[in-house]
Every structure is written in structure tokens, then in C-alpha cells.
């Protein structure tokens, strides 16, 4: 088996990265669930009804500012959890290791996991630490 032909026909073994989205359309995204939505309608209705009372009253307006708050706090709430979410996953994924021990012609090598070819046979033992792409990379079929 010729391992930088197979490479050059498959590829690398390697999941595409999931493409970020820029922080201000992860906090824009907040906005659009239904209960955001909701709100907010309630709350512009709240402002629109303040507008044309004579004489204004003052609770009117506070009940559409609280409104606007509770929107504005769940928002910045579903953000940060979000985003340390994401921050979670990724130094996660730097624990883990990026090479396998892998069974080629014979022989026993250790390889980036990346550089997997069809016909490679991982070597797993008890305890041992594997990226789920080493281990059910999209090269490996089951037997």
C-alpha cells in the first residue's frame, strides 16, 4: 500500500473546522429566539402606548424599560454562556492528542492523526487517549 498516494487521493483525515461566526452576530443572535422576539414587540407596544398619553405616566414607561431590560440581561446571560462554551470546546481539544499508533504494512508507526490512510489499523490499548477522528476517522471501516 502506497500511503502518500492514498493521501493524495483521499486527503487529509481531518474534519472541516466549523467556520466562526464574528462575535457581534453571536450576540445580534440572542435577539431572534421567540421569547426575545416577544418581548421586544411588547415592549416597542408599552413605548408606542407612553408616546400619546396625557397626561404621561411614569409607570408605562418604566414597565417598557423593564421589559427591555429582562431582554437585554437574557441576551447578555445566553451570550456568555455561549461563548464560554465555545472557549470550553476548544481547549478541550487541545488536551487531546493529535497522534495514534497505527498499524502500516506491518510495521508499527506513530502518526499525526491527520495523516491517516485507508487500510491503516489503529492500535488502541486500555488507557489510552485518542481523537475521535483517529479512532473513527472517516478512512476506517467497520469489520
Known sequence: MDAAASRGRCGP???PHARRRPLWWQLAAQFTDLFA??????SALTFAAYG????RDPGTFRLAVAILGVVVLNAAIGFGQEYSAERTAQSLQAMVPHTCRVLRDGERWELPARELVPG???VLRPGTRCRRTAAWSRHTRSR
Do not use: H, R, S, T
Open 52 to 55: 400619546p398619553q396625557q397626561p
Open 37 to 42: 422576539v416577544v418581548l421586544l414587540v411588547a
Open 120 to 122: 491503516d489499523v489503529v
Open 13 to 15: 483525515n481531518e474534519l
